[in-house]
């Protein structure tokens, strides 16, 4: 079975963009959480779709959002992109929500100039 | 979910069993221990989890004592490719979201 997949893996933007990344979870898997990793702040949750639905969000600005389609791919979106957003942006997918066990992607390395 | 404490970093000769202690003194009972490990660049793996018994897959051991305020993983023959940050989590097995809340782990060198 294939593992978690996310697109594009590496990515540059400048100051004010906005960017969108992909995420396409284990087959059958029906939630996916977005994490945001730096090296300040670690590991940080950023919210978890579910059948469509954002079932919970993490301490981020409005400029973070995502959306989960039908075939339970994920998207998340940054709008007016900071410094400060540089960081790897992880997906990760479990078969139900509220699920502990999850499977990690590689991640998109996301870098703002 | 309860807080966890482990070492910032340990070494471990290849070969040798690598212990990786943490501490959850505020656990509830119906929280699990879970790991997972960090290879640098790459995306968290899960490891193994556990409620109040020893748990053991092709992976790793997990022991929790009997008071279940702490744990132990235990990498049996560690080699290079298990260098990585090491987390434990503790938290209910589901919930009504799946945040997990990660925090700085052990830094494992495993080295020749």
């Known amino acids: 079975k294939a593992g978690v997949t996310q697109t594009p893996r590496y990515l540059i933007k400048t100051r004010g963009q906005q960017v969108t990344l992909s995420c396409s979870p284990i087959s059958g898997h029906r939630s996916v959480s977005w994490y945001q990793q730096t090296p300040g702040q670690g590991l940080q949750f950023l919210f978890e779709y579910f059948s469509e639905t954002q079932r919970n969000k993490g301490n981020f600005p409005g400029r973070f959002s995502g959306r989960q389609f039908s075939n339970s791919r994920s998207e998340m979106n940054v709008s007016t992109l900071e410094l400060g957003d540089s960081a790897l942006y992880l997906c990760?997918?479990?078969?139900?929500?509220?699920?502990?066990?999850?499977?990690f992607g590689p991640g998109t390395r996301l870098t703002v100039t | 979910d309860a807080k966890t404490t482990q070492p910032t970093s340990m070494d471990c000769a290849e070969g040798r069993a690598a212990n990786l202690p943490c501490n959850h003194s505020?656990?509830?009972?119906?929280?699990?221990v879970y790991w997972y490990r960090q290879i640098h660049s790459q995306g968290p793996q899960y490891i193994i989890h556990?409620?109040?018994n020893n748990e053991t897959n092709e992976m790793a051991s997990l022991i929790i004592t009997e008071d279940r305020k702490s744990s132990t993983l235990i990498l049996p023959h560690a080699t290079l490719r298990d260098t990585a940050v090491y987390y434990c989590i503790v938290r209910a097995i589901t919930g009504t979201a799946s945040k997990l809340t990660f925090g700085t782990g052990t830094r494992l060198q495993v080295t020749l």
């Open positions: 505020t656990i509830s009972g119906n929280e699990y």
């Open positions: 556990g409620l109040k």
């Open positions: 990760a997918s479990s078969l139900d929500s509220g699920s502990a066990k999850q499977y």
